[in-house]
């Protein structure tokens, strides 16, 4: 007596898998996409830390120059005084914030603009010696794609202390 299936499944859909084995291609395409992705080369490396120093200050800034659409992320900024700072500003293009949502800012500056094609926070004065630091973090929406670049700076009012040119790469 045969065995009866349902509509659509025969005898053929319930033996052919236990005799089939993996194909070593199959696994070596496997293996090699988890070892790009493990590496970082897709999104999710470590974040380089990025240091420029000049007479009047030094600039750290540590933020992923890979992301992934919908990726959350952090980036960290450092600015130490060599000498007084009445106004210290952070300065970041807005290029670089192109499609993307800042979730928090902490701490928060006493104020802040736009101006010349760049988000202006202001955080008020910084002895010399003093470090100034700024924690952003932020998710890369969807419609982003490709990468753009800039010069993140440290200001005293107007007048430029410090700039570090950065780079960031958004991949799907």
Same mark, same amino acid.
């Given at each position: 007596m045969a065995k009866e299936y349902p509509d659509g499944i025969s005898?053929?859909?319930t033996t052919d898998g236990a005799n089939r084995h993996a194909s070593w291609w199959r696994l070596g395409t496997l293996a090699a996409i988890l070892c790009v992705a493990l590496l970082g080369f897709l999104g999710g490396a470590p974040a380089p830390t990025q240091r420029v120093a000049s007479a009047g200050a030094s600039l750290a800034v540590t933020t992923p120059d890979r992301l992934r659409n919908g990726m959350f992320f952090e980036t960290r900024i450092a600015a130490v005084a060599k000498r007084p700072i009445d106004d210290a500003v952070i300065a970041i293009p807005a290029a670089l914030w192109r499609d993307m949502t800042v979730n928090t800012m902490i701490p928060g500056p006493t104020e802040e603009a736009f101006v010349g094609g760049e988000f202006r926070f202001h955080f008020g004065p910084l002895g010399a010696g003093k470090? /100034?630091?700024?924690?952003?973090?932020g998710q890369m929406n969807p419609a982003?794609?490709?990468?753009s670049s800039g010069r993140i700076r440290l200001l005293d009012g107007e007048i430029e202390v410090v700039a570090l040119p950065v780079? /960031?790469?958004v991949i799907p």
């Open positions: 005898e053929r859909h470090q /100034l630091g700024l924690k952003i973090d982003r794609f490709g990468s780079t /960031l790469q």
